[in-house]
């Protein structure tokens, strides 16, 4: 390798990171980048380590140093020392050449490769030894550019084979019940805590306070009521479990080599609506991770929403779907995770981990500047986007963009990329990716999310017709590029997936605060109650990160419930379909095959019935029961034929030429009327929150659904981190609970009938609409302490040793019952804490204006809306945190925060004129007002804001409130006892 003068060939001399020559410093010498090991590095690949690297020598991580002019300084800017530094020689395998000089620092890092760092040579041959090892032990798996196993190696043995297809054959999940170390004290520690609670109550009724019997009877009417509410939170997590999946098994079963892939389609959901409002940026990173999930390509299908008609949000699909070309083989090839530009890119770790392919660096830094310009392009039409011309928006070809009105337009198709014709720059065939904008018109009830998506199901079918459906919000990217194949262990297991209506994955969240200060993760309800849902009936649907079964989007009942719907066909859940279908059913029983196979044909081919004067009985039998189906489906033959086709598959008799057609015909803004979508078929109308809805509906037909949560989140979002945000993000689905439990669709009285809903489950759906009824004692019992403070009175008489036990004991239950949940979910103190402090904070803003605001709407039909202003934030990171953004929902708590620190104040002022004897009494009063303010303390930190300021307006309003009160009651003390009273008879003159 050396040369005759006993240097080194710089052509020889290759960069160990991207394969290109290292090229030549400015003394004439071969480039080097590190000055202790002398590493072979290019100045591309030196000054990307510099920039978004490790800022380290890849091989014995010792600190970079700058360069100039190609020459290595110190951080100084002078060459100091190593002036005098001698180029070491590198092979290819990262040994120095023995004819060039080493000083003694690099002797000692090349003999010894523990002394300098990670041998760099060891690396490469360990990581190409598993990959070798796991090929030969699964070829069908084997990774694009890498080395292949000789040939007699490759084979695999005989009995290699039977253990393979005996491994296959195993379940592809298993329920993982938790310890009985973890789960029998807490179950022990809930029937105490009932128990305590009942002598609790005893004594509060049967003691009651002569002296303040108003404010005593508040607050038993406040703890009887948070006791029931308790209730119906608690025993719903009776019975936690966990799941554990196998992907191995699943690739065993469905991907034999040489064999055509079994695994079942997927149609992917994503929905926006306001581009403005959702950044079309980040919709491009949702759909761009959704085309380079992990999984056949020809079985994914993407449909993208457009609920606005925005020109805007077309042009960045089309952007999208010509950098996937890039992205999707980039992402496939080097096993990028997560497969979302923005947050594989924004992501502070080492990329080089685990990445030796001598072409990663150079294709990730193309990448990269790829994915910047195409930054650039968004970003352009976004500002452009800003201001609408006067003539409206006009399309390239001239022509003016159909949705220039948003609320009158005609329905838009347009197939971006499909299965033939779109190619990646290698050749491969890229996902289809759909843009979809339903046709809207005056006069119609377009119901918002839930119509969107209900026309994403009826296009979905008319085109590809997947037998699952992975819905996700435009903001909830994949993050886990196996997440499809962790919800098929569930789906495909023949076992479990039949009456699996839906598997749900938990909400994770990026940009958000360490402190969590509002509660956005909300881990005590996907780590805790979802786990508890997941041994009953199966977790609630929670609007995203979802995989549906399709057949059970069109209100039909289980597999395992056919024999119930026979022997009771006048209480199925969904009577117009189930009756019609079960009575199918049972006609058929005991027919010819004949019959059989003809009913099976016809089936296939229902939407070919043209002549019916040749058909004999029988068949006149299906074509109503085809014009039944219409009267629930619409009148579409052709998505009737595919709501028949249970393992999906468009149907061979369909004309391709007409299919955008149909397409366009399933999404028009009439085809819904005089059906049962929205009713009984699809996502359910009649709340905002439609999720809890649809969910509740498959449940209450029988179907389970499985919650899953893979080691690596499935799935990440953005949450709204400010404070008015994340009150109105709570006021909306607590308004969809109080339209729900006036509904005829409420748990309390819906779905007795059918005997399918398990009690527990029926108690979690019942918490899950009640829950902001507490909003009212809520506020009443936060107002008690400071009513205490500043009138000296108290809601508990004195304390008799038996009663401080049962006070003591019940707050020994509460702590224990919130520490016995924490073992065993693993959620920190910290997330338990800021989800009770939260709790407090919506409880007397959110829930309290969704009560009314739901009473509002649906006993008088008047909707009121709470308006958000937003104002600017100095801070660089969190910046969203900080900024304040005026709602009336401010008031509520902070009209609470200000009476009970003036209560406090006035308490100890009190106790300091009365003595030491008033001590006591004091500290029982205190007790619960600190409890108000510890609570209430993230809603008095976000409305300081980080540099402690508060608007006027929330200061002026609540002192006008507290005023106002303060005020009343001096006049009007109806707490008092006449005796207690005084006496104004006897002051009549001016004297007295």
Same mark, same amino acid.
């Given at each position: ?59 014995? $991580? ?9 020459? /290595? ?22 040994? !120095? ?30 990581? #190409? ?6 090929? !030969? ?23 290699? +084979? ?19 170390? #973890? ?90 609506? +306001?581009?403005? $409002? ?29 609920? !606005? ?22 992402? $496939? ?7 979302? /530009? ?12 685990? #990445? ?31 201001? *609408? ?116 994955? /938990? ?80 006609? *058929? ?85 005089? *059906? ?20 509740? #509906? ?17 799935? $990440? ?73 500043? *009138? ?201």
């Amino acid at each position: 390798m050396a040369a005759a003068d006993g240097k080194m060939n710089v052509t020889e001399i290759s960069c160990q990171v991207c394969g290109d020559h290292v090229g030549i410093g400015a003394d004439g010498e071969p480039f080097a980048a590190c000055n202790d090991c002398g590493f072979p590095l290019c100045k591309p690949c030196y000054q990307y380590e510099r920039d978004e690297g490790s800022h380290c020598c890849p091989h014995c $991580k010792a600190p970079f140093q700058y360069h100039h002019e190609g020459l /290595p300084v110190d951080e100084a800017g002078e060459n100091g020392d190593h002036h005098n530094f001698s180029v070491v020689a590198v092979d290819g395998n990262g040994h !120095g050449d023995p004819g060039n000089e080493i000083s003694e620092k690099e002797n000692d890092s090349a003999a010894n490769p523990n002394n300098g760092g990670v041998a760099w040579r060891d690396r490469v041959e360990s990581w #190409k030894s598993k990959k070798n090892k796991k090929k !030969g032990l699964l070829p069908s798996k084997t990774a694009k550019n890498e080395v292949p196993l000789p040939e007699g190696q490759a084979q695999i043995p005989p009995e290699m +084979d039977e253990t393979m297809m005996a491994e296959a054959l195993q379940p592809l999940s298993q329920i993982i019940p938790l310890p009985k170390t #973890k789960i029998q004290p807490y179950r022990i520690v809930i029937i105490l805590r009932l128990i305590i609670l009942g002598f609790f109550f005893h004594y509060r009724v049967t003691n009651p306070v002569d002296s303040s019997y108003g404010l005593w009877l508040t607050s038993v009417i406040c703890e009887i009521w948070f006791a029931f509410s308790w209730i119906l939170d608690q025993f719903p997590k009776w019975a936690p479990i966990n799941r554990e999946t196998y992907l191995d098994r699943l690739s065993l079963r469905y991907e034999r080599p040489g064999q055509p892939c079994e695994l079942s389609a997927v149609d992917f959901f994503v929905s926006t609506v +306001d581009p403005l $409002k959702e950044p079309p940026l980040i919709t491009a990173n949702t759909v761009l991770s959704i085309l380079a999930v992990d999984y056949p390509v020809e079985k994914v299908s993407c449909y993208v929403s457009d609920d !606005g008609a925005s020109m805007l949000t077309f042009e960045t699909m089309s952007e999208t779907a010509e950098f996937a070309r890039n992205w999707v083989p980039f992402c $496939k090839n080097f096993n990028i995770e997560p497969r979302a /530009p923005e947050f594989y890119f924004s992501q502070k770790i080492d990329y080089l981990k685990d #990445k030796v392919q001598p072409n990663f660096v150079k294709e990730r830094r193309a990448i990269k500047r790829e994915y910047e310009e195409f930054k650039v392009r968004i970003n352009a039409m976004v500002a452009k986007a800003q201001k *609408t011309p006067d003539d409206g928006w006009i399309m390239q070809d001239g022509t003016p963009w159909p949705g220039n009105n948003t609320r009158d337009h005609p329905g838009m198709i347009q197939v971006f990329l499909g299965h033939t014709g779109a190619h990646d720059l290698e050749g491969n065939e890229l996902p289809r990716l759909v843009y979809v904008s339903r046709e809207k018109r005056p006069g119609y009830q377009h119901h918002k999310k839930a119509g969107a998506m209900n026309a994403l199901v009826r296009v979905s079918a008319v085109l590809t017709n997947a037998p699952y459906i992975l819905n996700l919000d435009c903001d909830h990217y994949v993050n886990n590029s196996k997440a499809v194949r962790e919800a098929m262990c569930f789906m495909m297991d023949p076992l479990v997936g039949r009456n699996v209506c839906y598997v749900q994955f /938990p909400q994770r969240f990026d940009g958000i605060d360490k402190s969590d200060r509002y509660a956005n993760r909300n881990t005590v309800f996907f780590d805790i109650n979802m786990k508890g849902l997941d041994g009953i009936q199966g977790p609630v649907y929670v609007g995203t990160g979802c995989v549906f079964n399709r057949q059970a989007l069109y209100g039909y009942g289980p597999p395992s419930s056919a024999k119930l719907a026979a022997a009771k066909p006048s209480r199925s859940c969904f009577p117009s379909l189930c009756c019609c279908f079960s009575c199918c059913k049972r006609k *058929t029983v005991g027919v010819d095959d004949h019959k059989k196979s003809k009913h099976d044909d016809l089936n296939a081919a229902v939407f070919n019935l043209n002549e019916i004067e040749s058909y004999d009985e029988y068949e006149r039998q299906l074509l109503v029961s085809q014009r039944s189906f219409e009267k629930s489906f619409g009148q579409s033959t052709v998505f009737i034929a595919s709501t028949l086709m249970e393992n999906g598959g468009v149907p061979e008799s369909t004309n391709p030429a007409s299919v955008i057609k149909e397409a366009i015909h399933v999404i028009s803004c009439g085809y819904e009327e005089k *059906t049962e979508w929205g009713k009984e078929v699809g996502w359910i109308y009649g709340s905002v929150t439609e999720d809890i809805l649809s969910g509740f #509906k498959m449940h209450c037909r029988g179907w389970q659904s499985i919650y899953c949560m893979p080691t690596r989140p499935a799935f $990440k979002g953005s949450a709204p981190i400010n404070l008015s945000d994340r009150l109105h993000q709570v006021l909306r689905w607590a308004l969809g609970s109080v339209e729900i439990l006036f509904s005829r669709h409420c748990p309390l009285w819906y779905g007795f009938g059918a005997g399918r809903l398990k009690w527990l489950e029926r108690l979690a759906y019942i918490n899950t609409i009640v829950y902001p009824l507490t909003s009212l004692p809520l506020v009443a019992y936060c107002t008690l302490p400071a009513i205490c403070l500043l *009138t000296g009175k108290f809601i508990i008489p004195t304390l008799s040793n038996i009663a401080g036990m049962f006070f003591m004991a019940l707050f020994l239950s509460i702590i224990a019952t919130g520490v016995l949940e924490l073992r065993w979910s693993g959620v920190s103190i910290e997330e338990w804490w800021r989800n009770e402090q939260f709790w407090v904070i919506g409880g007397v803003s959110a829930h309290l204006f969704a009560v009314f605001q739901g009473l509002l709407k649906v006993l008088a039909g008047i909707d009121t809306n709470f308006t958000v202003t937003a104002k600017g934030s100095e801070d660089a990171e969190f910046g969203e945190l900080y900024i304040f953004k005026w709602t009336t929902l401010l008031i509520p708590p902070t009209t609470l925060l200000v009476i009970n620190l003036v209560g406090v104040v006035a308490g100890f002022s009190d106790a300091l004129n009365n003595g030491y004897q008033s001590w006591g009494p004091l500290f029982g009063k205190l007790f619960f007002a600190m409890w108000v303010i510890f609570h209430l303390y993230p809603f008095l930190k976000g409305l300081m804001g980080k540099q402690n300021r508060t608007p006027t307006i929330v200061i002026l309003w609540s002192i006008l409130l507290a005023s106002v009160f303060s005020l009343l009651w001096v006049r009007i003390d109806p707490f008092l006892s006449k005796a207690q009273a005084p006496s104004l008879q006897k002051c009549m003159s001016i004297d007295c």
